[in-house]
């Protein structure tokens, strides 16, 4: 997809992530960067130097950019250390000693540095393409979905491996991913995309408790929306009287993430709630109960209480909340 408008600055030193779904742009930005593809409007700057932009076009390789591709794209006819050196070939033999000696303490690779790509693992083969990235201390590294050939329980430890690298070196990166919780979990700002064009930019925590638009809210995490109407700083709305997070007045919808809504024994004489089914995960469960207008709500609890069928409940909202008016 054409990407539209994009606008990102990252600090020196800062770990940012472009999250979005499959076809929304964010590997055409990676690549726009990166000077694989030029850009047909706009500028781009790394380190203060313009990159690309009214009738500036720099080379990839002149752009002091680290790539960490999806595939890794590894030599597969040399070692891990040959694979990282390939940056450093320019450098004369006593500093590259050194700083390979450095990358490879840095990134875990002491010892292994001997072996042949298909010798690794895969969370190996990626500290590897990591290495070779960081050895020539680029101004910036991008991150092309790097844990997408990772299995699912190898992928939450080298994110965290990659993470504390990332820091250790004071790197500047880009990473992008489809994955939110890699995203929230990894991060110092999230860059959220969607058609072409960047909606939000914030911390993880900003961004998943007081996300700018309803769409951002949708995809960054699991979302109820009930119909209120805002009064200023209350929202008045089936459950009740709400503080608003800002002002807001007319027709709304208010956003409740599920760990949000309260499950409470149900009280004499007050309309109920009802269960409707439950999702148990062992750390946690997902259960969805009926309003009595009708309304379904998804709640997030613990796993110490059993949510059966047509159990009645009261159901209480931590505040303040998040609002959006509601479109015509």
């Known amino acids: 997809m054409a990407v539209n408008d994009v606008s990102l600055t990252v600090d020196r030193g800062e770990f940012i992530a472009l999250l979005g779904p499959s076809g929304c742009g964010k590997t055409t930005t990676l690549r726009l960067i990166a000077g694989f593809e030029r850009v047909d409007a706009g500028t781009i700057e790394i380190d203060g130097a313009l990159m690309a932009g009214n009738s500036v076009h720099v080379q990839p390789e002149r752009r002091r950019v680290g790539m960490v591709f999806q595939e890794y794209a590894l030599f597969p006819h040399v070692s891990a250390l040959a694979n990282i050196e390939f940056g450093l070939r320019r450098m004369p033999p006593a500093e590259k000693r050194a700083r390979t000696q450095e990358i490879l303490e840095m990134t875990g690779l002491a010892g292994l540095e001997g072996r042949m790509p298909h010798e690794l693992s895969g969370g190996q083969q990626q500290r590897v393409a990591l290495a070779r990235a960081l050895a020539p201390n680029p101004a910036l590294i991008l991150l092309d979905e790097p844990f997408s050939n990772l299995d699912a329980g190898l992928r939450a430890r080298v994110r965290a491996e990659l993470g504390e690298i990332l820091h250790a070196a004071k790197a500047t990166a880009i990473f992008v991913t489809h994955d939110r919780e890699e995203a929230l979990s990894m991060v110092d700002r999230v860059a959220v995309m969607l058609d072409g064009s960047v909606k939000q930019m914030a911390s993880p925590h900003e961004l998943y408790t007081n996300p700018a638009t309803r769409s951002v809210a949708e995809f960054i995490g699991d979302a109820n929306f009930l119909p209120g109407f805002g009064q200023g700083d209350t929202i008045e709305c089936e459950l009740g009287v709400l ?15 599920p760990e949000n809504i309260e499950l409470l024994p149900a009280q004499p004489g007050l309309p109920a709630a009802r269960v409707r089914h439950s999702l148990f995960f062992g750390h946690d469960q997902l259960i969805t109960v009926q309003l009595p207008t009708g309304t379904h709500l998804i ?4 796993p110490s209480d059993a949510y059966v069928s047509d159990l009645p409940l009261q159901l209480a909202v931590r505040s303040p909340v998040v609002a959006y008016p509601r479109k015509k």
């Open 243 to 257: 503080a608003a997070r800002k002002q807001i007045r007319g027709p709304v919808d208010i956003l409740l993430r």
């Open 299 to 302: 709640a997030r609890s613990g």
